[in-house]
């Protein structure tokens, strides 16, 4: 029934910008290792952020090998229920890769998404990431 529900919200998702559902790479955590993903264009890390209210940070970076980022949202889900989304804005400083943050609570975080739209060389792929998979980074 989960995936039933992301196949449909995929499907809504990117069916306005003339795409389907179909082709979506799921990026998974590579080597167990906070950072590398089975897309080396993109890495996750995920840090307890050592915050009153649990949060953890999340940040993902997007090397500009992988193309023009069209579109980035965050699914947020948990319990099997879907509570929200949001489009997210990328971050950029001078001489670093672009990123895109996020915190969330443990909770949350487990089976929400990060889902990337991208177009490279008139392609458009998309790309998505259940935050839970990923090692969680615990500064000493």
Known sequence: MNRNLTALF????FV??????EGVVDVR???GKPGPTTEPNI???IADAKAADGELACSITVKPDLGTIETAA?????NGK?????LLGIQKLEGQEPWYE???????LKESELLLRVEKDKKITNYKMVLGTFPV???K
């Open 10 to 13: 995929l499907t809504l998702f």
């Open 16 to 21: 306005p910008f003339g795409l389907s559902a």
């Open 29 to 31: 955590p590579k080597g």
């Open 43 to 45: 890495s996750v890390l």
């Open 74 to 78: 965050l699914v947020l889900k948990s």
């Open 82 to 86: 879907q509570h929200g989304r949001a």
């Open 102 to 108: 996020v915190y969330l609570t443990a909770e949350m």
């Open 137 to 139: 980074h615990k500064p």
